[in-house]
Protein backbone atom coordinates (compact mmCIF):
# COMPACT_ATOMS: atom_id res chain seq x y z
CA UNK A 1 0.00 0.00 0.00
CA UNK A 2 1.34 3.07 -1.34
CA UNK A 3 0.84 6.08 1.27
CA UNK A 4 1.43 10.09 0.25
CA UNK A 5 2.06 12.92 2.34
CA UNK A 6 1.91 16.42 0.90
CA UNK A 7 3.20 19.72 2.73
CA UNK A 8 4.02 22.95 1.37
CA UNK A 9 0.59 25.17 0.99
CA UNK A 10 -0.60 27.96 2.22
CA UNK A 11 -1.96 31.66 1.68
CA UNK A 12 -0.21 33.30 -0.76
CA UNK A 13 -0.07 36.77 -2.91
CA UNK A 14 -0.62 36.60 -6.55
CA UNK A 15 2.66 37.21 -7.89
CA UNK A 16 4.43 34.86 -5.22
CA UNK A 17 5.46 31.48 -4.35
CA UNK A 18 5.11 27.94 -3.03
CA UNK A 19 6.51 25.06 -3.54
CA UNK A 20 4.90 21.96 -2.38
CA UNK A 21 6.09 18.31 -1.49
CA UNK A 22 4.78 14.73 -1.74
CA UNK A 23 6.90 11.79 0.37
CA UNK A 24 5.80 8.55 -0.77
CA UNK A 25 6.23 5.47 1.19
CA UNK A 26 5.08 1.71 1.26
CA UNK A 27 5.63 1.47 -2.60
CA UNK A 28 9.13 -0.43 -1.78
CA UNK A 29 10.14 0.25 -5.86
CA UNK A 30 10.09 3.47 -7.25
CA UNK A 31 6.68 4.51 -8.94
CA UNK A 32 6.26 4.71 -12.39
CA UNK A 33 4.26 8.16 -12.61
CA UNK A 34 4.44 10.76 -9.80
CA UNK A 35 2.21 14.07 -10.28
CA UNK A 36 0.05 17.05 -8.88
CA UNK A 37 -3.54 17.38 -9.25
CA UNK A 38 -5.90 20.29 -7.96
CA UNK A 39 -9.31 20.72 -7.48
CA UNK A 40 -10.74 23.98 -7.29
CA UNK A 41 -14.90 24.32 -5.80
CA UNK A 42 -17.47 23.81 -7.77
CA UNK A 43 -14.62 22.19 -10.69
CA UNK A 44 -13.09 19.11 -11.72
CA UNK A 45 -10.16 17.74 -10.44
CA UNK A 46 -7.55 18.51 -13.13
CA UNK A 47 -4.13 17.32 -13.94
CA UNK A 48 -1.38 19.95 -12.92
CA UNK A 49 1.65 18.42 -13.22
CA UNK A 50 3.09 15.04 -13.81
CA UNK A 51 6.97 13.48 -13.92
CA UNK A 52 7.03 9.68 -15.26
CA UNK A 53 9.96 7.82 -13.72
CA UNK A 54 12.08 7.61 -17.28
CA UNK A 55 11.72 11.24 -17.22
CA UNK A 56 9.30 13.05 -19.16
CA UNK A 57 7.30 15.30 -18.04
CA UNK A 58 3.75 16.81 -18.39
CA UNK A 59 2.37 20.52 -17.71
CA UNK A 60 -1.01 21.49 -18.02
CA UNK A 61 -1.31 24.46 -20.48
CA UNK A 62 -2.46 26.89 -17.68
CA UNK A 63 0.54 26.39 -15.42
CA UNK A 64 3.43 25.99 -18.50
CA UNK A 65 6.35 28.13 -17.77
CA UNK A 66 4.69 29.34 -13.97
CA UNK A 67 5.03 25.93 -12.41
CA UNK A 68 7.70 22.80 -12.42
CA UNK A 69 8.01 19.79 -11.40
CA UNK A 70 10.88 17.87 -10.02
CA UNK A 71 11.44 14.58 -8.57
CA UNK A 72 14.05 12.77 -6.67
CA UNK A 73 13.49 8.82 -7.14
CA UNK A 74 15.97 7.93 -4.66
CA UNK A 75 13.37 9.59 -2.11
CA UNK A 76 10.16 8.64 -4.21
CA UNK A 77 9.30 12.09 -3.51
CA UNK A 78 8.11 14.63 -6.04
CA UNK A 79 8.02 18.51 -6.08
CA UNK A 80 5.99 20.89 -7.19
CA UNK A 81 7.29 24.82 -7.95
CA UNK A 82 4.97 26.87 -7.91
CA UNK A 83 6.09 31.05 -9.54
CA UNK A 84 4.15 33.73 -10.41
CA UNK A 85 0.89 32.13 -8.50
CA UNK A 86 -2.51 33.83 -9.69
CA UNK A 87 -5.67 33.95 -7.82
CA UNK A 88 -7.32 31.26 -10.50
CA UNK A 89 -4.60 28.96 -9.12
CA UNK A 90 -6.33 28.37 -5.87
CA UNK A 91 -7.30 25.33 -5.12
CA UNK A 92 -6.45 21.70 -3.43
CA UNK A 93 -3.86 20.18 -4.62
CA UNK A 94 -3.37 16.51 -4.29
CA UNK A 95 -0.42 14.57 -4.61
CA UNK A 96 -0.56 11.08 -7.27
CA UNK A 97 1.48 8.12 -8.11
CA UNK A 98 0.69 5.52 -10.15
CA UNK A 99 2.77 1.61 -9.22
CA UNK A 100 1.67 -1.37 -11.56
CA UNK A 101 -1.33 0.62 -12.69
CA UNK A 102 -3.10 1.79 -9.58
CA UNK A 103 -3.58 4.96 -8.62
CA UNK A 104 -2.99 6.59 -5.44
CA UNK A 105 -3.77 9.85 -3.77
CA UNK A 106 -2.69 11.96 -0.63
CA UNK A 107 -4.94 13.95 1.20
CA UNK A 108 -4.85 17.08 -0.32
CA UNK A 109 -3.15 20.75 0.43
CA UNK A 110 -4.52 24.22 0.02
CA UNK A 111 -3.06 26.32 -1.65
CA UNK A 112 -5.06 30.15 -1.61
CA UNK A 113 -3.97 32.93 -3.78
CA UNK A 114 -5.08 36.29 -2.82
CA UNK A 115 -4.42 39.58 -1.85
Known amino acids: QVQLVESGGGLVQPGGSLRLSCAASGSGFSLNVMGWYRQAPGKQRELVAAYARVGSTNYADSVKGRFTISRDNAKNTVYLQMNSLKPEDTAVYYC?????????WGRGTQVTVSS
Open 96 to 104: NAVQYGISY
